[in-house]
């Protein structure tokens, strides 16, 4: 299995800051990485696709990039709505694996 | 407007078993792939099974391969998970997933929950 891995596990900011979180893939995945933001009792929502490609509907402060086996998501202006959790995922082949995810708090 | 609306889970013995099913609607059901995607009490995600729209082809982690079936029904539209052999490491909030073709996933179900226990 592809093992993912995500840092830092949690991350305290404030409005306004630029944070970046970190996903590296224990073998190369190309450009098949997603990024998604879960909230509390909630499911998953996916922010990025093929490493940099933006959802439908995400606000454009959030942006990824990487390729291989290092990855980045970067929320610019972070806003309070933005305070959740974030998971990278591989989807190289059907048997995904996903990062431990990050929890971005308020600092 | 694309729905997917899981039920079926509950409270289980160790041992037991459980069927979900995930009823789809607001899009060509036949026309994509569907996944399976679990998370256990504040713990991350994790996937367990998917099945692709041509062929039938079906995956699964390992940690449920030989214990649970992934299946589709095209007619009613519906994606099922049955789950045997359940143990207390399969309590989790299992999600149902429409495959995005071009991205692993374009919408989700709210998830219900199964409690091995």
């Known amino acids: 299995d592809i093992l993912m891995t995500q840092s830092p596990s949690t991350l305290s900011a404030s409005v306004g800051d630029r944070v970046t979180i970190t996903c590296r893939a224990s073998?190369?995945?190309?450009?098949?990485l997603a990024w998604y933001q879960q909230k509390p009792g909630k499911a998953p929502k996916l922010l990025i696709y093929k490493a940099s490609n933006l959802q439908s509907g995400v606000p454009s402060r959030f942006s990824g990039s990487g390729s291989g086996t290092e990855f980045t998501l970067t929320i610019s202006n972070l806003q309070p709505d933005d305070f959740a959790t974030y998971y990278c995922q591989q989807y190289n082949s059907y048997w995904w694996t996903f990062g431990q995810g990050t929890k971005v708090e308020i600092k | 407007e694309v729905q997917l609306v899981e039920s079926g889970g509950g409270l289980v013995r160790p041992g037991g078993s459980l069927r979900l099913s995930c009823a789809a609607s607001?899009?060509?059901?036949?026309?994509?792939?569907m996944h399976w995607v679990r998370q256990a009490p504040g713990k991350g995600l994790e996937w367990v099974s998917s099945?692709?729209?041509?062929?039938?082809?079906?995956y699964y982690a390992d940690s449920v391969k030989g214990r649970f079936t992934i299946s589709r029904d095209s007619l009613k539209k519906t994606l099922h998970l049955q789950m045997n052999s359940l143990r207390a490491e399969d309590t989790a909030v299992y999600y149902c997933?429409?495959?995005?073709?071009?991205?692993?996933?374009?919408?989700w179900g709210q998830g219900t929950l199964v409690t091995v226990s």
């Open positions: 997933a429409k495959d995005g073709s071009d991205r692993p996933v374009d919408y």
């Open positions: 073998q190369s995945i190309s450009s098949y």
């Open positions: 099945m692709s729209f041509i062929g039938g082809s079906t």
């Open positions: 607001g899009f060509t059901f036949n026309n994509y792939a």
